[in-house]
Structure formats: structure tokens, C-alpha cells
């Protein structure tokens, strides 16, 4: 292992003298780097999960300890918080089309994405938008039932690889 820390240096040293046959001054050659940007038309709007997101939740900061992820049905911790970023900007943007695509029917009165998107303003009060919206990723409440938004408002839980909304409470 010395020896690595000792050889890099040297290599390192080597490179940044080595004598360029093509510069007859002896300076180094640059390269030019190419940086493309996106074409200002083009909006990726990439959702991620940072690091800050994924910190350790294992104890809540009041002191109280969650129940475990698996605990809760949930084996994609990260793409359970991923789902959770889709369904901020989906309830935030009034989607109707996407939040009804992510519910596993029937809910108590709606049968379908048919019926929850003519019920969509019933259905998606400020309430539940704002339980969305005030998501804390490092402290996310789950127990044996699944996960939570603030105020029990929404409950998801993991089906196979899906992440599906399974109760709107309002």
C-alpha cells in the first residue's frame, strides 16, 4: 500500500514533465474541452434524491424511533422517496392523470382513475396537497400499514416495484 502512495506522486511528476515532441518551447499542450449545455427549449426537470434525503432516519429528532422500512412493506427506501418527489410535483401541478395512475383501486368511494379524476377536487383538497407538500424526507412516519404524508392525509406503500397510494384520508 506505501508503495501506491509513493508511485503516485512519481507518475504524477512524470506527467507534468513530460516533454512534448510536438511544443518546441516545452510547455504543456492543453486541450480543448468541449462543454455542451442543453438547448434552452429542452426542460429535463431530473428528479433525484440527494444524500440529504437518503440520511439515516433511525431515529426521529424528537427521540422517537420508526418502525423499520421493511417493517412497513418497503424494500426501495430510495425509490419509495423518489415516488414521493413525483407525487410533490404531481398534487403541486394538479396532474390529475399521473396521481390517478398512481393509486391501487378501489379507494373507499372511487373505483377507478375515471371516477378520481372527475372527483380530483374533492378528492385532492388543500389539506391533502399540503401533506405532500411539507414532506420531510429524513423523517418520513411508517408503520405496519405502510407510509404517510403529514396528518395520516395519503398512506403508499410498496406493491412488487410499485410504489402506489393506497388511502386519501381528508
Known sequence: MKKIFFLLPVAFAAMACNNNSNNDKGTATVQPVAVVAPDSGIVTNALTVSAEEMKDDSVFTDGSIPTSWANAGITDVRGLKLFLKKAQQWAMNNDKEKLAAAIKYPLKNIKNEQELIAAYDNIFTKEVKLSFATINFNQIFRNQQGVMTAGGKVWINQ????????????
Open 159 to 170: 406493491f412488487g416495484k410499485d410504489f402506489k397510494i393506497f388511502a386519501i384520508n381528508q
